[in-house]
């Protein structure tokens, strides 16, 4: 039974469903496209015709992409794991922001991107880019927020631009992404069928459609989903881009167990098992049709219409070298014996992957509900083993990874994983992958287990996991992994540490600027300061740092804090009163960078010529004043 509408129909809905019906064509995200109308009605559209890709809102999206921000990444040792010796990075915050602030520091040295991006299929998909702001309607309808209280967007399909806001959320993230890749570096995707189209074009867009290598098929699962109203979808799409094709070389994988036991050693041959194949080959070529004496003293011949695979000469010399097999009684037909040692080329990557191979969505949700204490904190997470094998692919054993939908942290989880493998297998210098993880602090469902379980958000879900599994891989080979990186410096992003007045400068008067006691916020520390100067500068923000007083006691003074990175890629000083004592002794140490604060000096006694002394004592070191 149907309840009375009370309300008069829709016609302009009629109209689009009966257009629908007749032109399907027409028809974009529920509306008529006009122009293509007329060209069904045999109307010319006077419009330059380009090959090419486009949406409702693919300018602003360009622009997005090189929009600059007033942000920075605060760094957390309280949270991070082994913060002074790791090298793996755990950031908090929009990736959008994110990607733009790791450009300099980042720029060109990521290896492999994996991402798993929301997929568009209506609820999985929230945003906060500066294009939609001009749209107050639709944000007050669908607004929610975030633990800072920014405003967050679902993308449901009653939104006019559902394909149109996805790609737009796409597209500067991976023009920003592409940067950070070096030249022989990889991009994985996740993607199912909503979206595959839009992403491909995308990606052909951004990446050039000749980088594309390959559309991974993944069978995500392995039974018919019998309720399924048409097909049931068994698999997810991975798309996977080279920034430069002619720069990408692909690993060849290590062979399967089963592989490894089609090889046997019979004739205990001291290079090791081999197997053996065909010594003849389908064309008939006289020179290489002569008769073959076995060890049981018969003659062969190959087959008919068949050669022998080498000339006369060459077989002699195969024979003699023990290569050629004529079974265990010297009897059989030849067959040339081919070494595992000697095919360490391993195996061509197929474009298929199978769930008993690289895992299930089942199995992924199992091994994470493993990982804590039988609960399912986090819907939907990868396989590790998925994930694995696009590094196995992909990565070099020291590589950067980068995943800046991180989720859950699969893809730490695999890093960490295939890094103890090579240990174990005494691979030279085991494996030292280095990961990035970028993550929304997306409040977790308060009706959720993690929320119950007290996750306030998914970093925190990301970020355990990322503890737990580190532990369990270490305590499966204690011995062998006992140096294993399983740890990870967190960072947040936030507001730039400075005071607008140092961007405005030129706004203010004098008198302004000296009722203020500094251009930087007073709640930001000196690791603050320290991190902002590295992306600044475009330093890697996992490398060591000391910290130590300089100018102690001698002159009655504290001492003076000094940070010093990297063994002297940058030394900061961040101090209220700087002296020249303090200046000297830190360039005497020469290193590549300085940075002071302004402050320091404005308020010295004695108003230092920091310049002046930089050039008489390191002429190369290069300093800034903030
Ligand atoms: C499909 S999940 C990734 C799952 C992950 N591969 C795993 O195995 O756990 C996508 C993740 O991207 C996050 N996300 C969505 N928009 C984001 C944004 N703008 N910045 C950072 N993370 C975002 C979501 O919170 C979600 O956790």
């Given at each position: 039974m149907t309840k009375p509408k009370f309300e008069t129909s829709d016609g302009t809905a009629e109209n689009i469903a009966k257009l629908a019906e007749l032109?399907?064509?027409?028809?974009t995200e529920g509306k008529v496209n006009v122009d293509a109308l007329r060209t069904y009605v045999g109307e010319e559209i006077f419009k330059d015709e380009a090959y090419e890709f486009t949406w409702v809102g693919k300018r602003e999206a360009v622009r997005e992409a090189g929009r600059p921000i007033r942000k920075t990444l605060r760094p957390c040792p309280e949270e991070s794991k082994n913060w002074d010796t790791t090298e793996n990075l755990y950031i908090e915050g929009g990736n959008l922001d994110v990607l733009k602030l790791l450009q300099e520091s980042y720029l060109g040295k990521v290896k492999m991107i994996y991402i798993d991006p929301?997929?568009?299929?209506?609820?999985d998909f929230i945003y906060r880019d500066n294009?939609?702001?001009?749209?107050e309607d639709y944000e007050d309808e669908s607004g929610m927020y975030n633990e800072e209280g920014d405003r967050l967007f679902k993308n449901t399909e009653?939104?006019?631009r559902f394909h149109s806001d996805w790609c737009s959320m796409m597209y500067p993230r991976l023009v920003l992404a592409r940067n950070l890749l070096s030249n022989d570096g990889v991009i994985f995707i996740s993607i199912d069928d909503n979206e595959v189209a839009q992403l491909r074009k995308i990606c052909d867009e951004v990446f050039g459609e000749?980088?594309?290598v390959t559309n991974v098929i993944w069978?995500?699962?392995?039974?018919?989903?019998?309720?399924?109203?048409?097909?049931?979808?068994n698999h997810d799409n991975i798309l996977c881009y080279a920034k430069s094709m002619t720069d990408f070389q692909r690993h060849f994988l290590p062979p399967t167990e089963e592989q490894i036991n089609r090889y046997q050693n019979p004739d205990n041959d001291p290079r090791g098992v081999w197997t053996s194949g065909d010594c003849s080959v389908g064309r008939v070529t006289a020179k290489d049709i002569y008769p073959i004496t076995t060890p049981s003293a018969r003659k062969v011949y190959p087959s008919s219409g068949r050669s022998w695979s080498f000339p006369k000469e060459n077989m002699e010399k195969l024979i003699a070298d023990n290569r050629i097999w004529f079974g265990e009684n010297g009897d059989n037909v030849p067959r040339v014996k081919r070494f595992f040692s000697e095919t360490n080329q391993g195996l061509v990557p197929i474009s298929i992957w199978y769930h008993d191979e690289v895992g299930h969505t089942q199995s992924a949700s199992q091994d994470l509900k493993k990982l804590f204490d039988?609960?399912?904190?986090?819907?939907?997470p990868k396989p590790v083993g998925l994930i694995r094998k696009c590094l196995q692919i992909?990565?070099?054993?020291?590589s950067i990874i980068l995943d800046?939908?991180?989720?859950?942290s699969t893809t730490a989880h695999a890093v960490m994983q295939l890094n103890a493998e090579d240990m174990s297998a005494g691979q030279a210098g085991g494996g030292k992958r280095k990961f990035i993880m970028v993550q929304l602090p997306e409040a977790c469902d308060e009706k959720s287990e993690a929320a119950k379980a007290?996750?306030?958000?998914i970093c925190e879900i990301g970020k355990e996991r990322i503890r737990r599994a580190g532990e369990k891989i270490v305590a499966e080979k204690p011995l062998d992994r006992?140096?294993?990186?399983i740890g990870f410096r967190v960072l947040k992003l936030d507001d730039?540490?400075?005071?607008d007045v140092y961007y405005a400068?030129?706004?203010?008067t004098q008198e302004m600027l000296k009722g203020m006691?500094?251009?930087?916020?007073?709640?930001?520390?000196d690791m603050d300061l320290l991190f902002g100067c590295l992306l600044d500068w475009g330093l890697p923000l996992s490398l060591p740092h000391t910290q130590e007083v300089i100018d102690a006691c001698q002159t009655g003074r504290h001492g003076t804090t000094i940070h010093t990175y990297n063994d002297g890629d940058l030394i900061a000083c961040f101090a209220d009163n700087v002296s020249e004592s303090v200046v000297k002794e830190i360039a005497k140490r020469q290193p590549l960078r300085v940075v002071f604060r302004d402050s320091s000096f404005t308020s010295s006694p004695e108003k230092i010529n920091v310049e002046e002394i930089f050039k008489h004592l390191a002429p190369n070191t290069k300093v800034r004043v903030i």
């Amino acid at each position: 039974m149907t309840k009375p509408k009370f309300e008069t129909s829709d016609g302009t809905a009629e109209n689009i469903a009966k257009l629908a019906e007749l032109f399907p064509g027409v028809i974009t995200e529920g509306k008529v496209n006009v122009d293509a109308l007329r060209t069904y009605v045999g109307e010319e559209i006077f419009k330059d015709e380009a090959y090419e890709f486009t949406w409702v809102g693919k300018r602003e999206a360009v622009r997005e992409a090189g929009r600059p921000i007033r942000k920075t990444l605060r760094p957390c040792p309280e949270e991070s794991k082994n913060w002074d010796t790791t090298e793996n990075l755990y950031i908090e915050g929009g990736n959008l922001d994110v990607l733009k602030l790791l450009q300099e520091s980042y720029l060109g040295k990521v290896k492999m991107i994996y991402i798993d991006p929301p997929y568009n299929t209506g609820n999985d998909f929230i945003y906060r880019d500066n294009f939609t702001q001009s749209r107050e309607d639709y944000e007050d309808e669908s607004g929610m927020y975030n633990e800072e209280g920014d405003r967050l967007f679902k993308n449901t399909e009653t939104n006019g631009r559902f394909h149109s806001d996805w790609c737009s959320m796409m597209y500067p993230r991976l023009v920003l992404a592409r940067n950070l890749l070096s030249n022989d570096g990889v991009i994985f995707i996740s993607i199912d069928d909503n979206e595959v189209a839009q992403l491909r074009k995308i990606c052909d867009e951004v990446f050039g459609e000749s980088n594309f290598v390959t559309n991974v098929i993944w069978q995500k699962k392995f039974s018919p989903q019998n309720d399924a109203k048409y097909f049931s979808q068994n698999h997810d799409n991975i798309l996977c881009y080279a920034k430069s094709m002619t720069d990408f070389q692909r690993h060849f994988l290590p062979p399967t167990e089963e592989q490894i036991n089609r090889y046997q050693n019979p004739d205990n041959d001291p290079r090791g098992v081999w197997t053996s194949g065909d010594c003849s080959v389908g064309r008939v070529t006289a020179k290489d049709i002569y008769p073959i004496t076995t060890p049981s003293a018969r003659k062969v011949y190959p087959s008919s219409g068949r050669s022998w695979s080498f000339p006369k000469e060459n077989m002699e010399k195969l024979i003699a070298d023990n290569r050629i097999w004529f079974g265990e009684n010297g009897d059989n037909v030849p067959r040339v014996k081919r070494f595992f040692s000697e095919t360490n080329q391993g195996l061509v990557p197929i474009s298929i992957w199978y769930h008993d191979e690289v895992g299930h969505t089942q199995s992924a949700s199992q091994d994470l509900k493993k990982l804590f204490d039988d609960v399912a904190y986090f819907d939907y997470p990868k396989p590790v083993g998925l994930i694995r094998k696009c590094l196995q692919i992909a990565s070099n054993k020291d590589s950067i990874i980068l995943d800046f939908f991180s989720g859950s942290s699969t893809t730490a989880h695999a890093v960490m994983q295939l890094n103890a493998e090579d240990m174990s297998a005494g691979q030279a210098g085991g494996g030292k992958r280095k990961f990035i993880m970028v993550q929304l602090p997306e409040a977790c469902d308060e009706k959720s287990e993690a929320a119950k379980a007290g996750y306030r958000n998914i970093c925190e879900i990301g970020k355990e996991r990322i503890r737990r599994a580190g532990e369990k891989i270490v305590a499966e080979k204690p011995l062998d992994r006992a140096g294993l990186d399983i740890g990870f410096r967190v960072l947040k992003l936030d507001d730039t540490n400075m005071e607008d007045v140092y961007y405005a400068a030129g706004e203010y008067t004098q008198e302004m600027l000296k009722g203020m006691a500094s251009n930087i916020k007073s709640d930001r520390s000196d690791m603050d300061l320290l991190f902002g100067c590295l992306l600044d500068w475009g330093l890697p923000l996992s490398l060591p740092h000391t910290q130590e007083v300089i100018d102690a006691c001698q002159t009655g003074r504290h001492g003076t804090t000094i940070h010093t990175y990297n063994d002297g890629d940058l030394i900061a000083c961040f101090a209220d009163n700087v002296s020249e004592s303090v200046v000297k002794e830190i360039a005497k140490r020469q290193p590549l960078r300085v940075v002071f604060r302004d402050s320091s000096f404005t308020s010295s006694p004695e108003k230092i010529n920091v310049e002046e002394i930089f050039k008489h004592l390191a002429p190369n070191t290069k300093v800034r004043v903030i």
